[in-house]
């Protein structure tokens, strides 16, 4: 991302004159602020495109209802929402939503939808963090393991394993997952987020957070922990070994990248180890770039919680969206989106900076 | 006599592409305590490879015969941690560019500890005073403080002493040092030379110095090994080899040296040739300014700052200065490449401050422009005679490559390239060939002026002089007027009427060679003539004395 | 393109020897040649099978009966049908071979279109710079940043109307994967065109005089796209995979215009439940087959083309007794002596 990368990967034409002459820590904060303002554009530009292109189709309630309304009822809800308007009228309102978080409510079925992506928002949130669990487990030291062995067996072995997590869809990946352990050998459950009798015993706390995990600790009940944990494990492991095959992938190809550097082989000079070479001195500058790719994985891995989701019955964000789209309720469908786009604008932003405060180039 | 290393019969064959490579064949080297010998050769002669080799540090691709004996431990052949054990300890490294010879994520203390704690010799608080006191030796300043930095806060300079302070952390017995100075700035680099001369006498290390610059092999090299094309050719003490050079190839590269005022006698017969033609001059610059935006929020950089001078027709204006003087930047304003912030620059009547590209551009064809690196000034997918073809067809005085080819003949011939080389991509040629077809491309449309940056920078020293002499010739015949753009004194003195130094975007000397060299005025010139260092043991040996006192009187 | 291509090689190699995958190959050794040729085999099957899908598939993609009646639904396999038949009662060995088809086609037709649109706009935006060039990136940034999947379903819904299928799935799927791959090729042509302009090669032109168009063309388009080999089979992967996704949540083709193995998969997730095994593993198989093949070949590319990534075959080790290879302790698995390579 041009407008996106830490300074430092500007070409190092930049005078070291110039570079001198900043006091400490004043580029870090200038770049913390700019990059900060370059949220907005990317989420209006998102948010923008959205709404124009499901616009292009029809207004929402034609789409979703024509057909099932005789002609004047249509007419009186369309007038009655405000869909007779003029378009930048209604796409103005449509920000103001946006930037208020209310939505209204959902074409067919009456849901407040700033409900709705609360509580949904969690389940996908969950699975994401269960599959970024998996890929940095899995990704990151085989990364590391297959640069250290690179063109040898194991690195082809790892190689082949990471273009085949690549390489399976997630749907696919998860119905083969269901079909071995959930219906062959019956060991964990077929689709959903919890037991019908867990469920009931989480929503019935006060605090619920709407995190499944966390609430199961709450109530104290390790049956309910087990139940929501056998649960997670599949979706979990289909979404995770996707993000796993794309992590190792960067590890590797990056700490490779590094060790032909001539600092590694000035540290070699040294006699340091090949293992600490790759752990310390190529590993930390590898890590610059992958965190800056890790955060453009994120979309990835939404697109990929959306498929998951479906798989697995997991009521998130991504079966809702579903759902919606076959129902032809865009309504429903921009605001899931919507929030989409913010999620992806300010996880980038996360990123950006955790790559900046690694780089000691920016920090001082 | 104890030897530190003795290399026998080393041979390295490297697989590539087109088949196997020797590139050392049969070397046999030794080298005693507190002895500097230095490994002199040009590009491809095998001395870098020959240097990896003695740390074991050869790519995969590489196998290795042949016994490279450090302290009674050959090491040809030793492999995981009876080679670690060696590497630091019995030899250390010092990288051509210290900037990518030190991690950027780390600070330098912990890169200096690093060879502590992969010999398991010392805990984290002895490594770090171990880092500090180190760096002081090595002339850090402030070094409790600087032991914390990262390496973008250091100078170039200043890295290149941190990277020698990580080679003696160990207190080898020798280091490697792979062309030190080449990325330095030739006033950094005698600092650095004094540098390495203390490790010597101070630390009794034995250095290994490789080198292509004969300047530097006499201010420092006790005896001198000269490699050409993987072997070695002649091995003696320093001063010999500058003395009585037995083997062809050794005098070849000594004579091709670039010395010092052996421009002067030619540039006055130029001049009173020139001097019955008056007329106006082609580029003439006054008070002109150059400033590089900054980003938000930082202030513009100024690359040039209120330079003025003429370059008149015919006259050859050498520009001399190092890296960051603004000395490219006005090459590339007076080529219409950078825009100009202020004061003013008239080229051929145009005056640039503000220019149009459009009504720039018919005054393009009285310009050519030489650039550094032969490497990229050549489209790869085009051939040599269709790029030399470009500047006729764009300027309508041929209709398309094959139009144009036999004017682009004559021109291959005019640089003293074979007709055939037309048909050949650019990467099939040699640097030295292709900066000759560059020349042959400058001079297609017979410029007024011609624009050389740095045009023989890249190149080795012996191509570098036939290219020099060629240029010469060419000037001569075609009668050009040319801006020559270098950072070294020599060359451009061999070439320039006149000369201006820069430095730090101000011009701050101008005049005859005879005047800069002979007698200069600024103190910065002065310091840079002192800096160069000559290939002559005796004569550098004063030269550094007086470089001493010029920075003494300088820091008093 | 504008100017001829010197496609003859100078001196002594053969034309072919310089086409983009053959080359690679030639250059290849070892695990790195394995891979590529495995890559090259899988795709080059796969290429096979859609071009004679007619004739290889038992059963039209729409066919639910033959001369004996009707195939029923959801029978296991068979001699009848050697992969059995799905919930719909079509045959899934057919819908399988049927679906290579409609993959490559999609394929071609996304990466033709994004492909042009991608390099002009790239090519543009980088070389005139300015606040062109600022609003067309921040525009693909944040597309980029988003799920390509959702952005897929999006230009699906506005391509066919959210309804019925205007201009035939085929057309429809490929222009949603189109709209996700604009933006990659754009900046990757962007970047390089940034790169290429500050190259001397560029700047001597420019110095001579030569026209922006002339420049662009020239000097910048060709030098610009010799990284697109690569990148066209890395996105033809995740074209297939996009392609599925769409078919998976709805939004591909009807089974009665095109066999589409994301259709079918998501036919499927009911029968798994139930363990019908093979109505979703061979669909599924298909995909993976393909995009590993695929994959193996642009990572393989991917790999040539980085100097740092590309293995070097060891230099020949004469037969003598102390020629052990020093510096890799046991790096004699790549080791092989290419005899074919050491004529060039």
């Known amino acids: 991302m041009s407008t996106a990368v830490p300074p430092t990967i500007v070409p190092p034409s930049a005078d070291p004159v110039r570079r001198r002459r900043a006091r400490p820590g004043s580029t870090l904060w200038r770049y913390l602020v700019v990059r900060f303002f370059l949220i907005f554009p990317t989420v209006f530009i998102l948010v923008t495109m959205v709404f124009f292109l499901m616009r ?119 119905l083969l997952l269901k079909l071995v352990f959930s219906v062959w050998l019956k060991v964990l459950p077929v689709a959903g987020r919890a037991s019908t009798r867990t469920e009931i015993n989480l929503h019935s706390l006060h605090h619920s957070t709407g995190i499944y995990l966390i609430d199961a600790f709450q109530t104290g009940d390790p049956a309910n922990v087990a139940d929501v944990l056998s649960h997670a494990v599949l979706p979990g492991l289909a979404l995770g070994l996707l993000t796993a095959g794309i992590f190792l992938r960067l590890v590797r190809t990056n700490v490779i990248g590094t060790l032909s550097r001539d600092y590694v082989d000035a540290a070699r000079s040294r006699g340091v180890n090949e293992f600490r070479l790759v752990r310390k001195h190529a590993l930390k500058p590898a890590l610059i770039p992958i965190i800056t790719v890790i955060g453009l994985q994120i979309a990835v891995l939404l697109g990929g919680a959306v498929l998951t989701e479906t798989t697995f019955e997991w009521k998130g964000l991504g079966f809702e969206l579903a759902y919606y789209l076959s129902k032809r309720d865009f309504v429903a469908v921009q605001g899931i989106v919507a929030l989409l786009a913010v999620i992806v604008a300010l996880t980038n932003f996360i990123v950006d900076i955790v790559a900046a405060l690694i780089d000691p180039r920016v920090r001082y | ?72 431990t050959d090491i040809v052949g030793l492999t995981g941690a009876r080679l670690r054990a060696i590497r630091g300890v019995d030899v250390a490294m010092v990288f051509q560019e210290p900037s990518l010879a030190l991690n950027p994520v780390y600070t330098v203390g912990w890169q200096i500890a690093e060879g502590l704690r992969a010999h398991g010799t010392s805990t984290r608080r002895e490594a770090r005073a171990r880092a500090i006191d180190m760096l002081g030796r090595v002339g850090i300043p402030e070094p409790e403080k600087r032991v914390d930095y990262y390496p973008h806060q250091f100078s170039g300079g200043q890295k290149q002493r941190v990277v020698i302070a990580m080679a003696l952390v160990l207190d080898p017995e020798l280091i490697v040092a792979d062309e030190p100075t080449t990325a330095l700035d030739v006033t950094v680099q005698a600092e650095i030379l004094d540098l390495l001369r203390r490790c010597r006498d101070e630390f009794g290390t034995a ?37 009585r050079a037995q083997h062809p190839y050794t005098q070849k590269l000594l004579a091709a040296v670039p010395r010092l005022g052996a421009g002067a006698a030619r540039a006055v017969a130029r001049a009173k040739e020139r001097s019955a033609t008056s007329s106006a001059p082609v580029v003439s610059a006054h008070d002109l300014r150059i400033e590089y935006p900054g980003r938000i929020g930082v202030k513009p950089f100024v690359a040039v700052d209120g330079v003025s001078f003429t370059i008149s027709p015919g006259e050859v204006l050498g520009l001399v200065g190092e890296s960051g003087s603004g000395k490219t930047t006005i090459g590339r304003a007076i080529g219409g490449l950078t825009r100009i912030t202020g004061g003013s620059l008239e080229v051929f009547g145009h005056e640039m401050l503000g220019v149009k590209e459009r009504s720039f551009r018919p005054a393009r064809n009285q310009i050519g422009f030489v650039f550094q690196d032969p490497a990229s000034s050549f489209n790869p997918l085009l051939t040599i005679a269709e790029c030399v073809a470009e500047p006729l067809i764009v300027h309508g005085r041929a209709a398309d490559p094959r139009a144009a080819r036999p004017r682009v003949n004559d021109l291959l011939e005019a640089v003293q390239l074979p007709r055939a080389y037309g048909d050949r991509f650019p990467h099939e040629l040699s640097g030295g060939q292709r900066q000759r077809a560059s020349l042959a491309r400058s001079l297609a449309l017979e410029p007024s002026l011609l624009i050389a940056d740095e045009p023989t920078s890249a190149l080795d020293v012996s191509v570098q002089a036939r290219v020099l002499e060629l240029f010469a010739e060419l000037q001569k015949e075609f009668g050009f007027a040319a801006l020559f753009i270098s950072h070294d004194l020599a060359v451009v003195d061999m070439l320039a009427d006149r000369i201006a130094v820069m430095y730090q975007g101000k011009l701050v000397e101008e005049g005859t060679g005879a005047q800069v060299l002979g007698n200069p005025r600024d103190p910065y010139t002065q310091r840079l003539l002192a800096s160069l260092p000559v290939p002559d043991p005796a004569e550098q040996a004063v030269r550094r004395e007086r470089l001493r006192s010029l920075r003494e009187a300088d820091h008093p | ?292 093949g695929v994959t193996l070949v642009g990572e393989s590319l991917n790999d040539l083309a980085d100097p740092r990534l590309r293995t070097r075959r060891k230099a020949d080790v004469a037969p003598s007794t102390t020629a052990e290879s020093s510096v890799v302790p046991d790096g004699s698995l790549d080791e092989v002596a290419h005899i074919d390579e050491l004529e060039t």
Do not use: C
């Open chain 1, 56 to 174: 292009i189709t029809g207004d929402p309630l034609t789409v979703a209802l024509g057909g099932k309304l005789p002609p004047d009822q249509l007419a009186e809800r369309i007038h009655a929402a405000g869909y007779d308007r003029p378009i930048t009228v209604q796409y103005l309102e449509f920000l103001g939503q946006v930037f208020t978080g209310n939505f209204g409510k959902s074409i067919t079925d009456g849901q407040s939808i700033s409900t709705l992506l609360i509580s949904h928002g969690t389940a996908t949130l969950e699975l994401a963090f269960y599959a970024l669990i998996v890929a940095f487990i899995v990704g990151i030291p085989l990364g590391m393991v297959a640069a250290y062995f690179r063109d040898r067996w194991p690195d082809a072995v790892l190689r082949v394993f990471a273009i085949l997590a690549y390489a399976t869809p997630v749907f696919f990946a998860g």
């Open chain 2, 207 to 243: 250095i290994i110095l490789i080198t292509h610059n004969m300047g530097i092999v006499a201010d420092l090299a006790d005896r001198v090994a000269v490699m050409y094309q993987g072997t070695i050719v002649e091995d003696g003490a320093a001063v010999d080899l500058f003395a």
């Open chain 3, 1 to 292: 393109m504008v100017t001829s291509i010197p496609t003859v090689a100078p001196r002594g190699t053969t034309w072919w020897r310089k086409l983009p995958v053959v080359h690679q190959l030639r250059q290849s050794v070892g695990l790195q040649r394995g891979m590529l040729v495995t890559g090259l085999v899988i795709t080059g099957f796969f290429i096979v099978v859609a071009l004679f899908a007619a004739v290889i598939a038992p059963y039209g993609f729409n066919e639910l009966r033959n001369a004996e009646g009707l195939f029923g639904s959801q029978q296991p396999p068979s001699a009848q049908h050697l992969l059995g038949t799905t919930a719909g009662g079509y045959d899934v060995l057919s819908r399988v071979i049927w679906g290579t088809q409609t993959a490559f086609e999609v394929i071609i037709v996304a990466l033709l279109l994004s492909f042009f649109v991608g390099v002009f706009l790239g090519l543009v935006s980088g070389y005139i710079g300015g606040w062109l060039d600022r609003v067309l990136i921040v525009i693909a940034d944040a597309v980029y940043a988003f799920p390509s999947l959702l952005l897929a379903i999006v230009a699906a819904i506005v391509i066919s109307g959210g309804q019925s299928s205007l201009w035939g799935g085929v057309f429809a799927a490929a222009i949603s994967i189109t709209a996700v791959f604009i933006p990659q090729y754009f900046r990757v042509i962007r970047a390089e065109t940034i790169r290429i302009k500050a190259e001397p090669y560029v700047e001597s032109a420019k110095v001579i005089g030569a026209s922006n168009g002339r420049i662009m063309f020239r000097h910048v388009l060709r030098n610009a796209t010799r990284t697109l080999p690569l990148i066209v089979t890395l996105n033809s992967s995740e074209a297939i995979l996009t392609l599925a996704g769409l078919g998976f949540l709805g939004f591909g083709i009807e089974p009665t215009s095109a066999a589409e193995w994301g259709y079918d998969l998501n036919k499927s997730v009911s029968d798994v439940t139930s363990g019908i095994w093979w109505t979703s593993v061979f669909p599924g198989l298909a995909i993976v087959l393909v995009v590993l």
């Open chain 2, 1 to 72: 006599m104890s030897d530190v290393v003795e290399i026998r019969e080393l041979e390295v064959t490297f697989a590539t592409d087109g088949g196997d490579v020797v590139a050392v064949d049969k070397v046999s080297l030794s080298v005693t305590a507190g002895e500097v010998l230095a490994i002199v050769g040009e590009s491809g002669s095998g001395k870098t490879v020959t240097a990896k080799a003695i740390l074991g540090l050869l790519p995969e691709t590489a196998v290795t015969r042949g016994a490279i004996v450090l302290n009674g």
